[in-house]
């Protein structure tokens, strides 16, 4: 069984801390869009980070139900992972959250063709009214998540307008789409291969902490009691799922490091090996791309002219006494 949590996702018609807003006018997409999202809890210090790269390891449940009140927008999570049910219950976690969404554009800060992708659980929401509070249980499911191009905005971070960027550009080819698409698709599978594989070792920890519950509870004598222990088989298997997804985002870091490094040194002219940087960490990468970017090449149109001889002729004699040279 699963707790569920439920409350106000976010207010129609009102302008949030961070310059936009809801129209009424977008309702039926906000509920229609909440009711296919994700419940999320990110990092403390990025409180939207695992929304903008829609990190599987950071879903905590899934929303099962979106409807309006007046002129606010409720939602009700079902929450399935069994350590995120704990902190909620035990209130580690305050009781404040954030709808993430996706939106086709922002015109005079209200935002249209909203699609929301998530509530994330987080400290300082954009809007007051952004609170929940635990209502029942019930059976949980996996969340289902779809891809869809559209502008990003988030409730804890500034909203920018594709249509002010002069930059931006305008909008890919099919074929770009498709072949984006594909390079995507493929980046996901090899992370998900990589997950599976990590999961597999948590799964393999976990047993093993399993086992050791499993002799605590056959030794009556032992000074440890069995809560404790149980406290430390949750604490280890967060301590290790922490572990994978920082050292998950080291290696995307990593990567990102290397095109950057890769392209500075392209533009001097220079070939890169990938096994010449493999004891360097993504910061000392950086560094060095940072460096290299910052090297430009010079160039003139003039060619240089050279005299048609070195030799120089020279006469006199150096007087040691008036310490000068003497012309004779």
């Not at 807003?21 to 939207?48: M, Q, T, W, Y």
């Amino acid at each position: 069984m699963a707790i569920t949590i439920e409350g106000t996702a976010f207010p129609l018609g009102e302008i949030n801390k961070n310059g936009w807003g809801i129209p009424f006018s977008e309702v039926d997409n906000a509920i229609s869009s909440l009711k296919g999202s994700v419940l999320r809890i990110c990092p403390r210090d990025a409180p939207h980070d695992c929304d903008f790269s829609e990190d599987p390891n950071a879903e905590i449940g899934r929303i099962v139900d979106a409807w309006r009140e007046g002129s606010e927008i409720k939602a009700k999570a079902s929450v399935t992972d069994s350590v995120a049910e704990r902190k909620i219950q035990d209130g580690t976690w305050e009781n404040t959250w954030s709808v993430y969404s996706l939106a086709d554009s922002i015109d005079d800060n209200w935002a249209s063709g909203v699609q929301a992708r998530s509530l994330t659980l987080v400290q300082n929401p954009a809007w007051e009214q952004a609170t929940w509070n635990i209502a029942a249980a019930e059976e949980g499911k996996v969340a289902v998540r779809n891809i869809h191009q559209f502008k990003i905005i988030a409730s804890g971070d500034p909203v920018t307008n594709n249509k002010d960027n002069p930059n931006s550009g305008g909008d890919p080819s099919p074929d770009e789409k498709l072949a984006e698409l594909e390079k995507d698709n493929v980046a996901k599978d090899k992370d998900i291969e990589d997950l599976k594989a990590a999961n597999t070792e948590l799964e393999t920890k976990v047993n093993d902490l399993e086992k050791v519950v499993a002799s605590y509870e056959k030794d009556k004598a032992t000074s440890v009691p069995l809560e404790q222990v149980q406290e430390l088989v949750a604490s280890k298997a967060d301590e290790i799922a922490t572990a994978k997804i920082v050292a998950y985002k080291e290696e995307q870091r990593r990567d990102n490091a290397m095109e950057s490094l890769t392209a500075a040194r392209k533009n001097l002219n220079l070939e890169t090996k990938d096994e010449d940087y493999q004891h360097l960490t993504a910061s000392d990468i950086e560094k060095l791309a940072d460096d290299l970017g910052s090297i430009k090449l010079g160039a003139t149109a003039d060619n240089v002219k050279y005299p048609s001889s070195t030799s120089m002729g020279t006469v006199g004699r150096w007087d040691s006494t008036k310490n000068e040279w003497v012309v004779e």
